[in-house]
């Protein structure tokens, strides 16, 4: 499994996930099949945004018109994690299974090294599996900088 995520795409996750620093950005990424055309940068109204997300309703449905009109989908819903790993927190998990959202992937942006943010996709399954989903953008592999290797 991957998904295209094109290199403008990723700097505007990166932008994003910087503006709202240290409050976490969430947001939807729209195209066809596996590639990515559009973000949907998304306001979150969670009360303690410091750690969790919750995506304004009135954003999703923005998006969810702009996909039914331009024959698009929902390809992913990403955050942001300012003080943690990009990898799927427990809440993140049962979130997405209680919500209903285990279709699209979850792309996490890492600031835990501002200068080297890190962004990772997942698949989360209905029994709780997360499946690191490989990202490309414009034909060669997106490689995530590691820390220290
Ligand atoms: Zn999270």
């Known amino acids: 499994m991957k998904i295209i995520i094109p290199k403008t795409i990723i700097s505007k996750l990166i932008?994003?996930?910087?503006?709202?620093?240290?409050n976490e950005c969430c947001g939807l990424l729209i195209g066809k099949e596996n590639?990515?055309?559009?973000?949907?940068?998304?306001?979150?109204i969670h009360t303690s945004p410091i750690t969790r997300y919750?995506?304004?309703?009135?954003?999703?449905?923005k998006a969810e018109n702009f996909s039914d009109e331009n024959n698009?989908?929902?390809l992913a819903i990403y955050h942001s994690h300012t003080?943690?790993?990009?990898?799927?927190?427990?809440?993140d998990i049962e979130n997405a299974i209680e919500s209903m959202w285990t279709n699209p992937?979850?792309?996490?942006?890492?600031?835990?090294?501002?200068t080297r943010p890190i962004i990772r996709a997942y698949k989360i399954s209905d029994d709780k599996n997360v499946e690191e989903i490989i990202i490309q953008h414009d034909g060669e592999a997106y490689i995530s900088p590691t820390k220290n290797s």
């Open 72 to 74: 698009m989908g929902i």
């Open 105 to 114: 992937y979850y792309v996490l942006i890492s600031l835990v090294d501002k």
């Open 54 to 61: 919750t995506i304004d309703p009135k954003d999703l449905l």
């Open 83 to 91: 003080h943690s790993q990009a990898y799927p927190s427990t809440t």
């Open 15 to 22: 932008e994003h996930a910087l503006l709202e620093d240290p």
């Open 35 to 44: 590639m990515v055309t559009n973000i949907q940068n998304c306001t979150n």
